[in-house]
């Protein structure tokens, strides 16, 4: 069987909808997507269509996988890389890795990041075998709807939208694609607050505000104790929201302000492996 690429670019939101849902159907974890969303997801995540390869039968042009590709600056960034069902072991993962590395060096990317759910073996040796390397572990938390049952402490000043694009510049550390400053700048509904305690502890927390869920938390402690901070200041957002879901990616394993969480009613969803492919 023969393969052919076709550029993403080619095709409708509502076709590219449905060609990844198509990928996830047996997937551990499905996580399928509407329209609306894929087209979210497109804007605020910086897919460039007209380098993300769709796979194709060559005869028939059926559908057999996707890959799209993320880009800013020297970096890419692979996302939704799926294969359907009766396609895998066909070579149609091969090339779209292979079109995502040509695309990436034609670029000028010095790096190509990806993010894997952990335990998923045959993406993680898929892509240990093109060069990848694990670089941490990610946690994705999850929260229902309910009302704290204490109040929160401290002074709250909130955040719109400068003054919380201003909070995310001034952080010192990574932070991950889907919750870095340009994911956020390009997003449409997004705010934080600052908060300080009366010990001295203060710190800030930007997020995204969808219409039924809180999401893309982002936290840091700029003095004090991060627990104490993080648990205040999701006790305020929580009073405010308490009728909405929250749903947190990508916090490193080793996040200070994890606990907070897990004392506020959270519980880890799963683990994402962040992965990056250097070139020379």
Same mark, same amino acid.
């Given at each position: 069987?023969?393969?052919?690429?076709?550029?993403?670019?080619?095709?409708?939101?509502?076709?590219?909808?449905?060609?990844?849902?198509?990928?996830?159907?047996?997937?551990?974890?499905?996580?399928?997507?509407?329209?609306?969303?894929?087209?979210?997801?497109?804007?605020?995540?910086?897919?460039?269509?007209?380098?993300?390869?769709?796979? &194709?039968?060559?005869?028939?042009?059926?559908?057999?996988?996707?890959?799209?590709? =993320? &880009?800013?600056?020297?970096?890419?960034?692979?996302?939704?890389? =799926?294969?359907? $069902?009766?396609?895998?072991?066909?070579?149609?993962?091969?090339? !779209?890795?292979?079109?995502?590395?040509?695309?990436?060096?034609?670029?000028?990317?010095?790096?190509?990041?990806?993010?894997?759910?952990? @335990?998923?073996?045959?993406?993680?040796?898929?892509?240990?075998?093109? =060069?990848?390397?694990? @670089?941490?572990?990610?946690?994705?938390?999850?929260? !229902?709807?309910?009302?704290?049952?204490?109040?929160?402490?401290?002074?709250?000043?909130?955040?719109?939208? @400068?003054? !919380?694009?201003? !909070?995310?510049? /001034?952080?010192?550390?990574?932070?991950?694609?889907?919750?870095?400053?340009? /994911?956020?700048? %390009?997003? /449409?509904?997004?705010?934080?607050?600052?908060?300080?305690?009366?010990?001295?502890?203060?710190?800030?927390?930007?997020?995204?505000?969808?219409?039924?869920?809180?999401?893309?938390?982002?936290?840091?402690?700029?003095?004090? @104790? $991060?627990?104490?901070?993080?648990?205040?200041?999701?006790?305020?957002?929580?009073?405010?929201?308490?009728?909405?879901?929250?749903?947190?990616? %990508?916090?490193?394993?080793?996040? $200070?302000?994890?606990?907070?969480?897990?004392?506020?009613?959270?519980?880890?969803?799963?683990?994402? &492996?962040?992965? &990056?492919?250097?070139? %020379?």
């Amino acid at each position: 069987m023969s393969l052919k690429i076709i550029s993403a670019s080619q095709f409708t939101t509502e076709e590219l909808t449905d060609f990844y849902n198509q990928t996830r159907v047996d997937y551990l974890i499905p996580m399928p997507m509407s329209v609306a969303v894929m087209a979210e997801y497109i804007h605020d995540f910086d897919i460039d269509l007209e380098h993300s390869p769709i796979i &194709v039968d060559a005869e028939t042009e059926e559908f057999m996988g996707l890959g799209m590709l =993320g &880009v800013r600056e020297e970096r890419t960034w692979i996302t939704r890389l =799926g294969i359907t $069902p009766a396609s895998r072991k066909r070579g149609a993962a091969a090339m !779209a890795m292979n079109a995502i590395f040509d695309a990436s060096k034609k670029l000028g990317a010095k790096k190509t990041i990806l993010e894997v759910i952990k @335990n998923n073996t045959p993406a993680h040796t898929l892509f240990q075998k093109y =060069g990848f390397k694990k @670089n941490r572990e990610l946690l994705v938390l999850r929260r !229902a709807p309910i009302r704290p049952p204490l109040s929160p402490e401290g002074e709250i000043t909130w955040l719109y939208r @400068n003054d !919380a694009l201003k !909070a995310l510049r /001034s952080h010192p550390h990574h932070l991950t694609w889907v919750n870095a400053l340009e /994911s956020m700048q %390009n997003a /449409s509904m997004f705010q934080g607050f600052r908060i300080k305690l009366k010990d001295g502890t203060r710190g800030w927390l930007v997020y995204r505000h969808k219409k039924r869920t809180i999401t893309h938390f982002e936290f840091y402690t700029e003095q004090g @104790n $991060p627990v104490k901070m993080a648990r205040n200041i999701l006790l305020f957002l929580h009073f405010q929201y308490h009728r909405m879901d929250a749903y947190a990616e %990508n916090f490193y394993a080793d996040d $200070p302000h994890l606990p907070a969480f897990f004392d506020l009613g959270y519980f880890e969803a799963f683990r994402r &492996v962040e992965m &990056v492919k250097e070139y %020379n």
